[in-house]
């Protein structure tokens, strides 16, 4: 595409929602677009995903739920390099944030998973994170009456199976959205919600190159990128990966991009954990991904606008599982 | 005191009461009363306590918080046998219920903490449990400016330290209380709460001596009493109760009677937590406990009455946790 026809695009676009208002205009030049609010979903399937996604016996242990890696009082990550799994397990990467996660192109760093469905199923099946099995976390389900009815009014059936389990889970992270950031209030035409450092750090992103990788809604998550442009990238993490999915050597150290909402939340950043500040990950995605050393003032005026990232947390109550009954298969964290 | 005495006693409290309606004057011969709903405490010792509590950078894995074993989605508890606690050490003992815990006469099977503010510190500073010290998890808080401006306006003092950080743990759970019961709306004078087989229970529980320790509004909590007073208790789990404390020969096997309040969610029982079911629990207390053995249908009844037991749950927002900052030392889980 030549400047000319790139430049007549814009302004056509540009004059497609004029008709909509200054704020969406104002942000239709912007590499990044505000989170859009959660559409309202099946509001049965949501509750019944809430409650699995806290419930820890999907677990072999009874101890682990997906509230335990990705915390919803802590940016949707556990803050850990990686991740306690099953009989203190240690993670192999970096537990991504949940937040925003229905805005990513695939799930997991190595984009494994197509969707949030695909994604959900995995670790209640990983030996190293819930070591437990699709059949026995459904057999726990399916043994619990109160569950048994809320499938039923989700579903229309009262059998459990994990296609409904990962089903329900998906459609409560799909739910996690985090809209109304200082910043996405900055693009919808509010000029005074960001101050002069953080613009100056939002310009010196874009200037930079970083949008060319941290773009869309979620600032990020919409692609796969070579980690280590510039120059390679050290770590003792043996992840390779994309190539673990495609079996491509020229996928080897991609990895997917991640989102920045919230990162002031979900730290510490990269596939191993290894950066554990943003001047660190700022300083570190610099000199290996645009070959350029970030002054100490430069690195932090984008940490000032990074932290301007931060959306609405989801805000719910705390929610109640139902008691097992008598046939409930327990527990076995010990065995 | 004499029988007479006792009598006399009765009669008074019983007319102290009469003007106070029919509801307390309906209760006012049982041996259980209604769960008094929370007295308003300071909001902001409440609301940082509350933090706190599912906070888990009081742990050094940064991976255990208090709610990890207590956990307010499952009544209080964490539905094992015995926790799992830092590095996935198993817990010598079944973690007993927070929920309704500011009744009790003292906190810990055996009692060796006076107040929810002296137990709070325990589990933070255990290498089996949060695996922490007091002086880390200060360290840790006092580096979060969200959280050290929280303690401001709690406490009056920008000055984190263990003893602010029980009291606001301990403030919180206070709150932790469970009215409204099906139970207590019978006691207040609903007599339709309670179904023919519940009240039954009801009356066999009272009957067969159950409340002679299962009583108070807590239904328990109140005294230490001998575990195996009929028949010894067999297990393999070395607790030995009151001794630990005391050194008396006398206290062996001696245990605070927990509560039944929410004993339908609060499984699996007992101080070694190998009672699974609310039948094996009430048929193994009335063997060993009263010398009786309930037929099935007489331990029915009872389970139905101990299910009515089950209070409104505590019911809040899920706490959002103020992130670290560059200062604040990272979890340790791996070394």
Chains 1, 2 share one sequence.
Request: charged fraction near 20%.
């Amino acid at each position: 595409m030549t400047r000319h026809r790139l430049l007549s695009l814009t302004i056509g676009l540009t004059t497609m929602v004029a008709g909509t208002g200054l704020a969406q205009a104002a942000s239709s030049n912007e590499p990044i677009q505000p989170v859009v609010k959660a559409k309202p979903q099946n509001a049965a399937v949501v509750e019944l995903g809430k409650k699995l996604y806290f419930d820890p016996r999907l677990s072999k242990s009874g101890f682990i739920s997906c509230n335990s890696c990705h915390n919803l009082s802590m940016g949707g990550t556990d803050n850990l390099k990686t991740s306690v799994g099953h009989n203190w397990h240690q993670g192999p990467i970096n537990a991504p944030t949940v937040l925003n996660s229905s805005m990513n192109l695939a799930q997991f760093w190595d984009g494994r998973a197509a969707d949030l469905k695909a994604q959900a199923g995995g670790p209640i099946a990983n030996p190293g994170e819930m070591a437990f099995t699709h059949e026995l976390a459904v057999d726990v389900l399916q043994s619990i009456p109160a569950y048994v009815a809320e499938f039923k009014s989700a579903f229309g059936s009262d059998k459990v199976d994990i296609d409904k389990v990962t089903k329900a889970i998906a459609a409560f992270e799909e739910t996690l959205v985090t809209p109304d950031s200082r910043f996405d209030k900055w693009l919808k035409g509010d000029k005074k919600a960001l101050n002069k450092e953080e613009l100056a750090g939002y310009k010196l992103f874009k200037d930079s190159g970083c949008t060319a990788c941290h773009n869309g809604p979620a600032v990020g998550g919409n692609s796969f990128q070579k980690f280590g442009v510039v120059e390679p990238y050290k770590t003792t993490n043996p992840a390779e990966g994309r190539i673990a999915v495609t079996g491509k050597d020229a996928d080897r150290f991609y990895f997917k991009v991640p989102t920045l909402r919230n990162v002031e939340l979900t730290y510490p950043y990269f596939h191993d954990g290894e950066a554990a500040t943003l001047k660190d990950a700022v300083n570190t995605m610099g000199r290996l991904q645009l070959g350029k050393q970030f002054t100490d003032e430069e690195n932090s005026k984008i940490v000032a606008f990074l932290k301007t990232l931060t959306g609405k947390q989801p805000s719910f109550q705390l929610p109640l599982l139902p008691p097992s009954s008598d046939k409930t298969p327990r527990p076995q964290p010990f065995n």
